[in-house]
């Protein structure tokens, strides 16, 4: 039993994300990084909203501090203004959404939704189901 679960640990376990440089801002609730076993030093950044449950993490998509921080802190912005709304930090995605929806309500079938304008259709909306 106890070597069944260490194989599994051993496959579940990642490799260390080593940093090259940090920076720490708004007293630790944004974080900025760099990470060594990315090719290309892109700044990465983490943030922590007060009142919010967990983190977003994502990269800035640039090799400039500054540009970084200010991605960052828009970030933070835009996340502040989430949690105040009453919405959660790292909310679902719509399409996972509506795939454990349909899926809760016993339905499996794919809904495909018309890419066509509703004005064009004459002001209704309505999905379609393939038939396969």
Not at 85 to 92: A, R, T
Request: charged share 25%; net charge positive; glycine share 6%.
């Amino acid at each position: 039993m106890d070597e069944a679960v260490s194989v599994l640990k051993s496959k579940q376990s990642r490799k260390p994300k080593t940093e090259l440089e940090s920076r720490s801002f708004r007293d630790g609730a944004i974080y900025l990084f760099k990470r060594a076993d990315y090719k290309k030093p892109t700044w990465f950044c983490r943030v922590k909203v007060p009142n919010g449950k967990g983190y977003v993490s994502c990269s800035t998509k640039t090799t400039d501090e500054h540009q970084a921080f200010a991605f960052a802190n828009d970030l933070f912005n835009k996340t502040l203004i989430r949690v105040a709304g009453g919405q959660e930090v790292n909310s679902k995605k719509v399409a996972v959404a509506i795939k454990e929806y349909t899926e809760q309500i016993g339905g499996s079938v794919p809904v495909k939704f018309s890419t066509q304008s509703a004005s064009a259709r004459g002001g209704e909306w309505t999905p379609t189901v393939p038939s396969y």
